[in-house]
């Protein structure tokens, strides 16, 4: 068994895409099937090696490794479709000498009027064949004239073409309705995606092409280039789309969609990898957060809905930050490093075994690894800036401001001091003001770490030690009572 999956490097890792890589790697790993990554680079003014290498990064970052391709090689190369155009020119010269295909001299603007006159009369557009039979004397003519011609596949007429589809089941087409003869090598002499395609499954032995359900009207032309060349077809397997929370196909309106950023913000590949792994299907057991290893034993392509799978951006929300609470201690410490260093902290000097308490306590409160940038002020800053809301509860509450007071005398008179600060300043402070629950609990949060809401006050204060405590009483009596 031979999988592929075939970017093209016109832009960034999609996450649709990278399902589809996510799915073809799972069905091989599952199979002990060879994995194959093609590049479809024939679109030469958008593609580029940049692209292709930060696609390639992207995938190998998800955890996804191939057998062959650009890099690697391998029995069946090259693995760019820009490197194989020998290849395609070959069977394009086949294709003309059996008279399956011929050359096209109609203009754009000929074929724009063609289109036109189609949507006037309110019916889809089919090539009429114009040049199908063109004598030596008119080809010589057009020539003259400078018109490059395109190549175009002769469609069969009324030809059933059946594709047994492993999610979609049995599809039946029929040739008079793909849109008349199709173009397979432009003017500029650039074979196009569909035919080239299936010359490419068929010489690099792909059993099982899985890809989104985009590429299912293009099919029957590519089975009918592969018959046409006498090349074996592959099984197929077709699945549904993406859509957004409004069910509209998933794009940059709905939110994050390229791999890249999800890297940068600060996701886990393997809750990104579970993620995608599960979209359109579910686990017997109901279980949704699984392992590499549990995605390959539990995932089966007859398990997809043939319906489109929602893209929940929260859940994955929630499924990261599940990976970030269950993560080794050490290594998620290193992963927060450069998202901290990011907000203008260093940690040369920082005790590691101290700073892994500060992350293993902060981590609950993360979703994405950015999120640190939240919380680490509170353990890093001698005094915290106090967010909006804090400074506004102190401003606005006079029993805010009475627990500021009540917290700096029991702090002057030494009722609070370095042995009981940790475990009596709540009891002492509310034994002080009589105040309980929300009004005793939020301005004592707020005065001690700035923010109304993170980790929590009796797992922090030992982390903050005495003295900075001390520092934070005393700011915040400076910043909120009349002194």
């Not at 089966?300 to 080794?328: H, T, V």
């Amino acid at each position: 068994m031979r999988v592929r999956f075939a970017p093209s490097p016109t832009g960034y890792l999609h996450v649709g895409n990278a399902r589809t890589a996510v799915l073809n790697y799972l069905v091989a790993q599952k199979n002990k099937a060879t994995y194959v990554l093609r590049v479809e680079d024939t679109d030469m003014e958008r593609s580029s090696r940049q692209s292709e290498q930060s696609i390639m990064d992207d995938l190998r970052w998800l955890g996804i490794t191939w057998d062959e391709g650009p890099v690697e090689g391998g029995d069946y190369g090259p693995y760019r479709q820009s490197e194989r155009f020998d290849i395609y020119s070959e069977y394009t010269q086949r294709l003309l000498a059996e008279g399956k295909a011929y050359h096209c001299y109609c203009s754009q603007e000929e074929l724009d009027q063609l289109r036109q006159q189609a949507d006037r009369e309110k019916r889809p557009f089919v090539y009429p064949g114009n040049c199908r039979n063109l004598s030596d004397k008119q080809k010589q003519q057009f020539q003259s004239e400078g018109r490059k011609p395109t190549v175009r596949f002769l469609v069969p007429d009324d030809e059933t073409i059946t594709v047994n589809d492993h999610i979609k089941g049995t599809i039946t087409f029929n040739s008079q309705h793909i849109g008349g003869d199709f173009i397979i090598v432009r003017s500029d002499g650039v074979p196009i995606y569909n035919y080239i395609v299936i010359i490419d499954d068929a010489l690099m032995k792909i059993t099982h092409v899985i890809r989104g359900e985009d590429h299912l009207p293009n099919t029957p032309k590519q089975v009918l280039v592969a018959k046409a060349l006498g090349l074996p077809l592959p099984e197929y397997a077709h699945m549904p789309l993406l859509l957004g929370p409004d069910r509209a196909k998933l794009s940059k309106r709905h939110g994050i969609t390229s791999v890249a950023v999800y890297r940068d913000e600060g996701y886990l590949p393997e809750a990104l990898m579970n993620f995608l792994g599960i979209l359109g299907w579910a686990t017997e057991s109901g279980d949704e957060v699984l392992s590499p290893d549990e995605l390959v034993q539990q995932f089966e392509l007859s398990n997809l809905a043939k319906s489109s799978a929602l893209f929940d951006f929260q859940k994955l929300r929630w499924m990261n930050a599940i990976y970030i609470r269950d993560y080794a201690l050490d290594a998620i410490t290193d992963l927060f490093i450069p998202y901290i260093e990011k907000a203008g902290y260093s940690l040369e000097q920082v005790d590691r075994k101290w700073f892994e308490s500060v992350i293993d306590l902060v981590r609950g409160n993360c979703e994405v690894l950015s999120d640190i940038h939240k919380h680490i002020s509170i353990f890093l800053d001698q005094v915290p800036e106090p967010e909006e809301e804090a400074k506004a509860l102190f401003e606005g509450d006079e029993d805010a401001r009475t627990i500021v007071s009540a917290a700096l005398k029991l702090l002057k008179n030494g009722t609070l001091h370095q042995d009981n600060f940790v475990s009596d300043t709540i009891a002492l402070i509310k034994e002080e003001t009589s105040l309980k629950g929300k009004k005793l609990f939020l301005p004592i949060r707020a005065m001690l770490t700035g923010r109304l809401h993170g980790p929590e006050l009796d797992r922090s204060l030992p982390l903050i030690g005495f003295d900075i405590f001390s520092q934070r009483i005393e700011d915040a009596a400076s910043r909120y009572l009349n002194q």
